[in-house]
């Protein structure tokens, strides 16, 4: 199995609450020379299809339905000929930049299987109420989207977002995987859990 993670940063403007942010977007693609699983669909659809490079696209699978996320997926989708899925719960949030535009539901536990190994989606509800992170248990890696960053949970001061609910959902689900775990997270540098874990109870005491 010669499965590799790729990355490819686009750059654009996140909208929620009648606020705009400039973000840059990571945009993750784990498959072999064969084929390929988009993680998010950011901005830009171009530099995601020239990472791509003529793979099959097993899917592309957006962690949540801010539009930051989802920008391309219906465009990449069209011209990649690939399914998208996105957790329900945050139908509500991509009906917002997609409205009437179909997409498969992610469900917790769901298995997608690309260049020999599964994927698993874990439901981490927090940012936005569907938000679902990636393992690949083989390989040791998650991919957090923005449930978990290098420093801290993802945001929670905006609407179908909810501060208790994410360090839950970290505590409860991310943290129960195997410490080593490499963490490749939806803007900004990848961390591990092992390096995330012991500050917990600083980011409740935080509060945001």
Avoid at 27 to 41: F, K, Y
Avoid at 193 to 204: D, F, K, Q, R, V
């Amino acid at each position: 199995m010669s499965l590799r993670v790729d990355r490819v940063v686009t750059s654009g403007t996140f909208a929620l609450d009648g606020g705009t942010w400039d973000v840059d977007n990571n945009i993750w693609l784990i498959g072999d020379d064969d084929e390929v699983v988009i993680v998010d669909a950011a901005h830009t659809a171009q530099p995601i299809v020239d990472a791509v490079a003529g793979r099959r696209v097993v899917a592309i699978v957006c962690t949540h339905g801010h539009n930051d996320h989802v920008t391309v997926a219906p465009e990449l989708a069209q011209q990649l000929d690939a399914p998208i899925y996105l957790h329900p719960a945050d139908d509500v949030l991509w009906d917002m930049t997609h409205p009437g535009v179909k997409h498969l539901a992610l469900e917790d536990g769901q298995r997608i299987t690309v260049a020999g190994t599964d994927i698993q989606a874990l439901h981490t509800p927090g940012h936005s109420p569907g938000s679902t992170c990636l393992y690949l248990p083989e390989a040791g890696d998650l991919f957090s989207g923005d449930t978990l960053f290098s420093g801290g949970p993802g945001a929670t001061g905006r609407s179908y977002s909810d501060f208790p609910t994410i360090i839950g959902s970290i505590r409860d689900t991310l943290f129960a995987l195997p410490a080593d775990t490499r963490v490749h997270t939806g803007h900004g540098d990848g961390t591990t859990l092992a390096a995330e874990s012991p500050h917990l109870e600083e980011w409740i005491a935080r509060g945001h």
